[in-house]
T-cell receptor, first 113, second 115 residues
Framework: EAQVTQNPRYLITVTGKKLTVTCSQNMNHEYMSWYRQDPGLGLRQIYYSMNVEVTDKGDVPEGYKVSRKEKRNFPLILESPSPNQTSLYFC????????????FGEGSRLTVL | GDSVTQMEGPVTLSEEAFLTINCTYTATGYPSLFWYVQYPGEGLQLLLKATKADDKGSNKGFEATYRKETTSFHLEKGSVQVSDSAVYFCALRAHSGGGADGLTFGKGTHLIIQP
């Protein structure tokens, strides 16, 4: 089954404790991206990657890092989480850059205390 | 930059009512347009899309027509069901130009269908 898998689905952590949210897709998509969803703000892009070893900032990259060492994986790293990073995070992938639809994971709800 | 504006809701309708959720956009060039749906506790799923002017996307009884002259992509359904209750997002993806690549979303419209 074609899917985008994120882990963990739910996480409660404390300020400053590094964490990684993993994302994996099995569709051989070149493009992958991370979004955060906040009430009243909709979805905003954090980082994206057009291919292996190629990553770029989205609209709200501050406080986040990403890496793309393999085509299927695109982890999101919070080096020193803060409460304003409490949010619902979505990973997405696409076969066709710039025109194709995005396939989304089920989301990871992060709470930073 | 690119932007999408949609009614935020919540929009509350009775079962079998006609639905319209308005969406207008601002973008350079000729973007692809999408409607995504998010059911409670789930990720976003593509509902329908259109890639050029006058295209009509349709799926599960929902329709939307890409109107370049009014920069709109309104979502419609003739007879809604309780199972259509969800949050609906209008989005665009630019075909070219600089800047970040990805979907630009509206803020979402929460639809509630009452039996």
């Amino acid at each position: 089954e074609a899917q985008v898998t994120q882990n963990p689905r739910y996480l409660i952590t404390v300020t400053g404790k590094k964490l990684t949210v993993t994302c994996s897709q099995n569709m051989n998509h070149e493009y992958m991206s991370w979004y955060r969803q906040d009430p009243g703000l909709g979805l905003r892009q954090i980082y994206y990657s057009m291919n292996v070893e190629v990553t770029d900032k989205g609209d709200v990259p501050e406080g986040y890092k990403v890496s793309r060492k393999e085509k299927r994986n695109f982890p999101l790293i919070l080096e020193s989480p803060s409460p304003n990073q409490t949010s619902l995070y979505f990973c997405a992938s696409s076969a066709i850059p710039r025109t194709g639809e995005l396939f989304f994971g089920e989301g990871s709800r992060l709470t930073v205390l | 930059g690119d932007s999408v504006t949609q009614m935020e809701g919540p929009v509350t309708l009775s079962e079998e009512a006609f639905l319209t959720i308005n969406c207008t956009y601002t973008a350079t060039g000729y973007p692809s347009l999408f409607w995504y749906v998010q059911y409670p506790g789930e990720g976003l799923q593509l509902l329908l899309k259109a890639t050029k002017a006058d295209d009509k996307g349709s799926n599960k009884g929902f329709e939307a027509t890409y109107r370049k002259e009014t920069t709109s992509f309104h979502l419609e359904k003739g007879s809604v069901q309780v199972s259509d209750s969800a949050v609906y997002f209008c989005a665009l993806r630019a075909h070219s130009g600089g800047g970040a690549d990805g979907l630009t979303f509206g803020k979402g419209t929460h639809l509630i269908i009452q039996p």
